[in-house]
């Protein structure tokens, strides 16, 4: 698949078919590309759980569900700031997380490789986040990034041993979608883009 | 260009050609990559700024070198942590700044949105910003994804007028590289991999 086409056409994909398994090599294609992603000095910091043991999976939705649950609160405060169809399907995520094939969860140690501060250490896990969720759009597998989890993160790194030292950054369900591929809604460019100086509208001078 | 040649090929390229100017249409093409990066609740909090003015750069080169002076210590500190070819090429980067045709500065208001804490916003920052460096890579154009500056942010932001409110998240030079494109190193996935609890090597169970 063409890069522009895959970053075109993958959006979050939150209802996943319970019926349809993800094969082992396609985790694994996902993996690799995600691998790829761009860290700080090459330091690769990064460590991927994948989640497909169905007691696991049930035990972090539970969670997942209360998280989202507190979450959705400040869209529920302040209506119009989120699509209803975002919120609908980000609903039936959180009802149904554990019957996604499979979960990815990306960690990192806090500070790990030379001179990474938590806040530099986010440039680099999300990038190759973004390389996952584009290698399954290629494959035909539905992803989402969420995040919500980290309301309840102890819990999280709990059910699955994770270590204090380690952070975690992203919770992925993959599976097939069982809705069509299609573009997101966005802001036109010329409105969320800057030349030379804050508040210069545009990418470039006109 | 197939989107796993993009992820895969993909480096950052440090060393770019001051005398090769990046056409504006790239310059949109790119952000409007990056626009299809994934964000919370879709509500788009990033903001793109585009600098070609000489002495902005020239401004940004000046804190960039003394961040990179700063952010560098680690590293020599601890041999054998980073290559030593990434570690000159991010000299040169910092010595040379300005001369890159195009910088691109990410930057997002903390707390945009509904319900984004700061942690929860870098995941609907950085995987845009990798959007954008794959749609680089596609047309040509190399780039490194940096976050130096942040040791000095309070004086990039008043370079750039910001407003405090607005927090940066990358840096990210832009122009054509004089090296070759190529496959960075990087770990064997079941190395960096575990299935359903952490410390089980791999990604499935075997």
Redesign the interface.
């Known amino acids: 698949?063409?890069?522009?086409?895959?970053?075109?056409t993958?959006?979050?994909m939150r209802r996943l078919d319970p019926d349809r398994d993800v094969s082992?090599e396609d985790?694994?294609t996902i993996?690799?590309?995600a691998?790829?992603?761009?860290t700080?000095?090459?330091?690769?910091p990064?460590?991927?759980?994948?989640?497909?043991?169905a007691e696991?999976k049930r035990a972090l939705q539970k969670v997942y569900l209360r998280c989202w649950e507190k979450?959705?609160?400040?869209?529920e405060?302040?209506p119009g700031?989120?699509?209803p169809n975002?919120l609908s399907s980000?609903d039936h995520l959180a009802d149904n997380l554990h019957l996604a094939p499979v979960i990815v969860i990306a960690?990192a140690c806090a500070g790990a490789?030379?001179?990474t501060?938590r806040?530099?250490q986010?440039?680099s896990?999300?990038?190759?986040?973004?390389?996952l969720?584009?290698?399954a759009?290629?494959l035909g597998l539905g992803t989402?990034?969420t995040?919500a989890h980290?309301l309840e993160e102890d819990t999280v790194k709990e059910i699955?041993?994770?270590?204090e030292r380690?952070t975690t950054?992203?919770l992925i369900p993959v599976g097939y979608p069982t809705g069509r591929w299609g573009?997101?809604?966005?802001?036109p460019?010329d409105e969320?883009?800057?030349?030379?100086?804050?508040?210069r509208l545009g990418?470039?001078?006109r």
Not at 35 to 38: A, D, Q, T, W
Request: net charge positive; charged share 25%; glycine share 8%.
């Open positions: 698949m063409d890069v522009f086409e895959a970053m075109w993958t959006r979050s082992d985790v694994r993996l690799e590309a691998l790829r992603g761009p700080g000095g090459n330091q690769q990064i460590r991927w759980l994948v989640i497909r043991d696991t979450g959705r609160k400040p869209y405060e302040k700031t989120v699509a975002v980000a960690c490789g030379a001179g501060s806040r530099r986010d440039a896990v999300y990038p190759s986040v973004q390389n969720l584009l290698a759009r290629a989402t990034l995040t980290l699955l041993d994770i270590p380690v950054y992203a573009e997101a809604k966005r802001r460019l969320v883009s800057y030349h030379d100086r804050w508040g990418p470039s001078v």
